[in-house]
Protein backbone atom coordinates (compact mmCIF):
# COMPACT_ATOMS: atom_id res chain seq x y z
CA UNK A 1 0.00 0.00 0.00
CA UNK A 2 1.42 3.56 -0.74
CA UNK A 3 2.10 5.89 1.89
CA UNK A 4 0.24 8.62 2.59
CA UNK A 5 2.98 10.97 3.19
CA UNK A 6 4.76 9.92 0.43
CA UNK A 7 2.34 11.01 -1.76
CA UNK A 8 1.86 14.33 -0.28
CA UNK A 9 5.68 15.05 -0.85
CA UNK A 10 5.25 13.18 -4.33
CA UNK A 11 2.38 15.48 -5.51
CA UNK A 12 4.38 19.07 -4.07
CA UNK A 13 7.59 18.35 -5.30
CA UNK A 14 6.02 18.00 -8.84
CA UNK A 15 3.72 21.41 -8.16
CA UNK A 16 6.65 23.25 -7.28
CA UNK A 17 8.80 21.77 -10.29
CA UNK A 18 6.00 22.42 -13.03
CA UNK A 19 5.06 25.99 -12.29
CA UNK A 20 8.62 27.32 -12.77
CA UNK A 21 10.37 24.76 -14.86
CA UNK A 22 11.36 26.47 -18.52
CA UNK A 23 9.70 25.21 -21.18
CA UNK A 24 10.04 25.32 -24.76
CA UNK A 25 7.01 26.15 -25.93
CA UNK A 26 5.40 23.38 -28.85
CA UNK A 27 2.82 23.70 -31.26
CA UNK A 28 0.55 20.81 -30.12
CA UNK A 29 -2.96 22.49 -29.78
CA UNK A 30 -5.22 21.38 -26.81
CA UNK A 31 -8.82 22.07 -27.09
CA UNK A 32 -10.59 23.14 -23.80
CA UNK A 33 -13.55 20.41 -22.25
CA UNK A 34 -11.52 17.11 -24.01
CA UNK A 35 -9.96 14.58 -22.05
CA UNK A 36 -6.69 13.80 -23.75
CA UNK A 37 -4.43 10.49 -24.15
CA UNK A 38 -0.41 11.50 -25.71
CA UNK A 39 1.15 9.18 -26.56
CA UNK A 40 4.64 8.51 -28.17
CA UNK A 41 8.29 7.25 -28.08
CA UNK A 42 10.29 7.20 -24.89
CA UNK A 43 11.60 10.93 -24.40
CA UNK A 44 9.34 12.92 -26.75
CA UNK A 45 8.46 15.19 -24.46
CA UNK A 46 5.08 14.04 -23.27
CA UNK A 47 5.67 14.80 -19.52
CA UNK A 48 6.36 18.26 -21.00
CA UNK A 49 3.65 19.08 -23.01
CA UNK A 50 1.64 18.06 -19.62
CA UNK A 51 3.54 20.96 -17.93
CA UNK A 52 3.16 23.06 -20.57
CA UNK A 53 -0.43 22.30 -20.29
CA UNK A 54 -0.01 22.75 -16.66
CA UNK A 55 1.86 26.14 -17.24
CA UNK A 56 -1.11 27.58 -19.28
CA UNK A 57 -3.89 27.00 -16.73
CA UNK A 58 -1.72 28.74 -14.71
CA UNK A 59 -1.61 32.04 -16.54
CA UNK A 60 -5.43 31.93 -16.94
CA UNK A 61 -5.62 31.84 -13.08
CA UNK A 62 -6.46 28.49 -12.64
CA UNK A 63 -5.08 27.79 -9.13
CA UNK A 64 -3.22 24.69 -8.31
CA UNK A 65 -5.68 23.86 -5.72
CA UNK A 66 -7.61 22.66 -8.83
CA UNK A 67 -4.72 21.03 -10.62
CA UNK A 68 -2.98 17.68 -9.35
CA UNK A 69 -0.53 16.21 -11.49
CA UNK A 70 1.05 12.59 -10.51
CA UNK A 71 3.58 10.87 -12.13
CA UNK A 72 3.64 7.08 -12.01
CA UNK A 73 7.58 6.72 -12.69
CA UNK A 74 7.99 8.34 -9.04
CA UNK A 75 9.34 5.60 -7.51
CA UNK A 76 7.29 6.47 -3.79
CA UNK A 77 4.72 5.66 -5.73
CA UNK A 78 5.83 2.65 -7.03
CA UNK A 79 3.14 -0.94 -6.82
CA UNK A 80 0.19 1.34 -6.47
CA UNK A 81 -2.98 -0.57 -7.65
CA UNK A 82 -5.96 0.63 -9.46
CA UNK A 83 -8.15 0.48 -6.14
CA UNK A 84 -5.40 3.13 -4.30
CA UNK A 85 -5.55 5.67 -7.76
CA UNK A 86 -8.85 7.74 -5.94
CA UNK A 87 -6.76 7.75 -2.83
CA UNK A 88 -4.74 10.45 -4.83
CA UNK A 89 -7.73 12.31 -5.37
CA UNK A 90 -8.69 12.28 -1.50
CA UNK A 91 -4.93 13.26 -0.53
CA UNK A 92 -4.81 16.12 -2.93
CA UNK A 93 -7.70 17.25 -1.68
CA UNK A 94 -6.96 17.07 1.92
CA UNK A 95 -3.55 19.09 0.91
CA UNK A 96 -5.83 22.03 -0.16
CA UNK A 97 -8.58 21.97 2.70
CA UNK A 98 -11.04 20.32 0.33
CA UNK A 99 -10.90 22.76 -3.09
CA UNK A 100 -12.66 21.12 -6.17
CA UNK A 101 -9.99 19.70 -8.43
CA UNK A 102 -11.25 20.44 -12.12
CA UNK A 103 -7.36 18.90 -14.34
CA UNK A 104 -6.06 15.81 -13.59
CA UNK A 105 -2.42 15.07 -15.04
CA UNK A 106 -1.40 11.41 -14.60
CA UNK A 107 1.74 10.69 -16.41
CA UNK A 108 2.97 7.22 -17.73
CA UNK A 109 -0.21 5.77 -16.04
CA UNK A 110 0.23 2.79 -18.27
CA UNK A 111 2.24 1.46 -15.17
CA UNK A 112 -0.82 0.82 -13.39
CA UNK A 113 -2.72 -2.27 -14.10
CA UNK A 114 -6.36 -1.43 -15.16
CA UNK A 115 -5.54 1.92 -15.66
CA UNK A 116 -8.73 2.64 -17.53
CA UNK A 117 -11.51 2.14 -15.82
CA UNK A 118 -10.23 4.65 -13.73
CA UNK A 119 -9.49 7.03 -16.28
CA UNK A 120 -12.93 6.60 -17.82
CA UNK A 121 -14.79 7.46 -14.39
CA UNK A 122 -12.57 10.76 -14.36
CA UNK A 123 -14.24 11.31 -17.84
CA UNK A 124 -17.69 10.62 -16.90
CA UNK A 125 -17.14 12.71 -13.82
CA UNK A 126 -16.63 15.26 -16.18
CA UNK A 127 -12.22 16.13 -15.23
CA UNK A 128 -10.58 17.62 -17.64
CA UNK A 129 -7.77 14.47 -17.43
CA UNK A 130 -4.66 14.38 -19.63
CA UNK A 131 -2.56 10.85 -19.71
CA UNK A 132 0.53 9.63 -21.03
CA UNK A 133 1.73 6.23 -22.12
CA UNK A 134 5.00 5.07 -23.76
CA UNK A 135 3.61 1.76 -25.57
CA UNK A 136 0.93 1.60 -28.08
CA UNK A 137 -1.22 -0.19 -25.62
CA UNK A 138 -3.05 2.85 -25.25
CA UNK A 139 -3.84 2.50 -28.51
CA UNK A 140 -5.30 -0.97 -28.66
CA UNK A 141 -8.88 -1.81 -29.96
CA UNK A 142 -9.33 -3.04 -26.37
CA UNK A 143 -8.42 0.48 -24.67
CA UNK A 144 -10.15 2.33 -27.39
CA UNK A 145 -13.25 -0.27 -26.29
CA UNK A 146 -12.63 0.65 -22.43
CA UNK A 147 -12.18 4.87 -22.88
CA UNK A 148 -15.41 4.63 -25.07
CA UNK A 149 -14.30 8.25 -27.25
CA UNK A 150 -13.80 10.05 -23.62
CA UNK A 151 -10.47 10.61 -24.62
CA UNK A 152 -8.85 12.08 -27.87
CA UNK A 153 -5.44 10.19 -28.69
CA UNK A 154 -2.86 12.43 -29.96
CA UNK A 155 0.65 11.51 -30.93
CA UNK A 156 4.03 13.02 -30.38
CA UNK A 157 6.70 12.68 -31.49
CA UNK A 158 11.03 13.84 -31.11
CA UNK A 159 11.65 17.59 -32.73
CA UNK A 160 11.14 18.35 -35.83
CA UNK A 161 14.44 20.68 -37.55
CA UNK A 162 12.08 23.71 -36.47
CA UNK A 163 11.42 22.95 -33.11
CA UNK A 164 15.64 21.64 -32.78
CA UNK A 165 16.18 25.60 -34.46
CA UNK A 166 14.11 27.04 -31.53
CA UNK A 167 15.14 25.03 -28.35
CA UNK A 168 18.91 25.72 -29.97
CA UNK A 169 18.24 28.99 -30.02
CA UNK A 170 17.80 30.10 -33.19
CA UNK A 171 14.77 30.54 -34.01
CA UNK A 172 14.50 31.84 -37.49
CA UNK A 173 12.59 35.32 -37.41
CA UNK A 174 10.90 35.44 -40.64
CA UNK A 175 10.23 31.36 -41.10
CA UNK A 176 13.15 30.95 -43.77
CA UNK A 177 16.82 31.67 -43.42
CA UNK A 178 17.58 35.35 -45.22
CA UNK A 179 20.57 36.38 -44.01
CA UNK A 180 24.12 34.37 -45.03
CA UNK A 181 24.60 34.39 -41.32
CA UNK A 182 21.39 33.06 -40.94
CA UNK A 183 21.96 30.15 -43.44
CA UNK A 184 25.04 29.15 -41.94
CA UNK A 185 23.99 29.06 -38.25
CA UNK A 186 20.79 26.50 -40.01
CA UNK A 187 23.49 24.64 -41.26
CA UNK A 188 25.64 24.30 -38.96
CA UNK A 189 22.79 22.97 -36.60
CA UNK A 190 21.09 20.38 -39.37
CA UNK A 191 24.90 17.89 -38.44
CA UNK A 192 23.52 17.00 -35.62
CA UNK A 193 20.00 16.72 -35.56
CA UNK A 194 20.72 14.28 -38.63
CA UNK A 195 22.76 12.27 -36.30
CA UNK A 196 21.30 12.45 -33.33
CA UNK A 197 17.83 13.51 -34.31
CA UNK A 198 15.45 15.32 -32.34
CA UNK A 199 14.99 13.81 -28.74
CA UNK A 200 14.44 17.05 -26.82
CA UNK A 201 17.19 15.86 -24.47
CA UNK A 202 19.64 15.30 -26.91
CA UNK A 203 20.61 19.22 -26.71
CA UNK A 204 21.88 19.35 -23.14
CA UNK A 205 23.82 16.05 -23.30
CA UNK A 206 27.49 15.99 -24.16
CA UNK A 207 27.79 12.15 -24.78
CA UNK A 208 24.94 11.77 -27.60
CA UNK A 209 25.75 8.32 -28.45
CA UNK A 210 25.35 7.01 -25.45
CA UNK A 211 22.53 8.93 -24.49
CA UNK A 212 20.51 7.10 -27.59
CA UNK A 213 22.14 3.91 -26.85
CA UNK A 214 20.17 3.84 -23.18
CA UNK A 215 16.98 5.43 -24.76
CA UNK A 216 17.00 2.24 -27.63
CA UNK A 217 18.24 -0.43 -24.25
CA UNK A 218 15.45 1.08 -22.54
CA UNK A 219 12.75 0.41 -25.16
CA UNK A 220 14.15 -2.19 -26.55
CA UNK A 221 14.36 -4.46 -23.62
CA UNK A 222 11.65 -2.74 -21.29
CA UNK A 223 8.59 -1.99 -24.29
CA UNK A 224 9.98 -4.71 -26.34
CA UNK A 225 11.33 -8.07 -25.05
CA UNK A 226 9.71 -7.81 -21.01
CA UNK A 227 6.49 -6.30 -21.69
CA UNK A 228 5.83 -9.09 -24.65
CA UNK A 229 8.12 -12.24 -22.75
CA UNK A 230 10.31 -12.83 -26.07
CA UNK A 231 12.42 -15.71 -25.37
CA UNK A 232 14.83 -15.41 -28.05
CA UNK A 233 15.60 -11.41 -28.03
CA UNK A 234 18.39 -11.56 -30.18
CA UNK A 235 16.28 -12.46 -32.87
CA UNK A 236 14.89 -9.80 -32.68
CA UNK A 237 17.75 -7.30 -32.20
CA UNK A 238 18.84 -8.77 -35.76
CA UNK A 239 15.70 -7.52 -37.21
CA UNK A 240 16.03 -3.93 -35.90
CA UNK A 241 20.10 -3.94 -37.08
CA UNK A 242 18.66 -5.20 -41.12
CA UNK A 243 15.58 -2.10 -40.93
CA UNK A 244 17.75 0.43 -39.18
CA UNK A 245 20.51 -0.33 -42.41
CA UNK A 246 17.27 -0.55 -44.79
CA UNK A 247 15.77 3.03 -43.02
CA UNK A 248 15.39 4.58 -46.57
CA UNK A 249 13.89 2.26 -48.80
CA UNK A 250 10.64 -0.46 -48.03
CA UNK A 251 12.32 -4.04 -46.57
CA UNK A 252 10.30 -7.46 -47.07
CA UNK A 253 8.92 -9.52 -44.10
CA UNK A 254 10.77 -12.77 -46.12
CA UNK A 255 14.00 -10.37 -46.52
CA UNK A 256 14.03 -9.72 -42.82
CA UNK A 257 13.08 -13.84 -42.03
CA UNK A 258 15.78 -14.85 -44.53
CA UNK A 259 18.47 -12.30 -42.46
CA UNK A 260 17.63 -13.96 -39.35
CA UNK A 261 17.85 -17.28 -40.65
CA UNK A 262 21.61 -16.39 -41.94
CA UNK A 263 22.53 -15.86 -38.52
CA UNK A 264 21.16 -18.91 -36.92
CA UNK A 265 18.02 -17.56 -35.61
CA UNK A 266 15.35 -19.09 -37.83
CA UNK A 267 11.43 -17.53 -37.76
CA UNK A 268 8.31 -17.96 -39.75
CA UNK A 269 7.19 -15.06 -41.95
CA UNK A 270 4.15 -15.35 -38.59
CA UNK A 271 6.49 -14.76 -35.92
CA UNK A 272 8.59 -11.94 -37.92
CA UNK A 273 5.60 -10.16 -38.46
CA UNK A 274 4.63 -10.36 -34.45
CA UNK A 275 8.23 -9.15 -33.81
CA UNK A 276 7.69 -6.14 -36.23
CA UNK A 277 3.84 -5.67 -34.32
CA UNK A 278 5.95 -5.33 -31.18
CA UNK A 279 8.56 -3.08 -32.40
CA UNK A 280 6.18 -0.80 -34.07
CA UNK A 281 3.99 -0.71 -30.66
CA UNK A 282 6.86 0.75 -29.32
CA UNK A 283 7.49 3.55 -32.03
CA UNK A 284 11.02 2.13 -33.08
CA UNK A 285 9.83 1.65 -36.65
CA UNK A 286 6.94 2.29 -39.00
CA UNK A 287 4.81 0.05 -40.67
CA UNK A 288 4.83 1.58 -43.56
CA UNK A 289 8.23 0.67 -44.02
CA UNK A 290 7.64 -2.88 -44.45
CA UNK A 291 6.35 -4.68 -47.85
CA UNK A 292 4.44 -7.99 -47.26
CA UNK A 293 6.60 -10.00 -48.92
Given amino acids: MIS ?3 VVV ?12 PLVRRDYPIADNINYC ?8 KSYLMYQRYQELLARGVSPA ?5 SFEDERLSGITVQ ?7 IKQGMTGGAPLR ?5 EIQNVDGWEHFA ?4 DMKFSVYITGSNAKMLSTDVASTLGGRFMVKELYPYSFREFLVASGLALSQGLPKSTAEKARVAAAFHPFLNYGGFPEILDVSIKLDYLNNVYKTIFL ?3 VRRNRIRDPEGVAVLLKKIAKAVTKPISVNRLKNTASDVGFPMSPATVMNYLSFVSNSWLKSEALLLPS
Avoid at 10 to 21: K, V
Avoid at 38 to 45: A, K, N, P, Q
Avoid at 84 to 90: A, F, I, K, S, T
Avoid at 103 to 107: E, G, Q, S, V
Fill in 10 to 21: SLADYEALIATL
Fill in 222 to 224: GDI
Fill in 4 to 6: HDD
Fill in 120 to 123: RRLA
Fill in 84 to 90: ELNRLLE
Fill in 66 to 70: QMLYV
Fill in 38 to 45: FVGIRRCG
Fill in 103 to 107: YLFLD
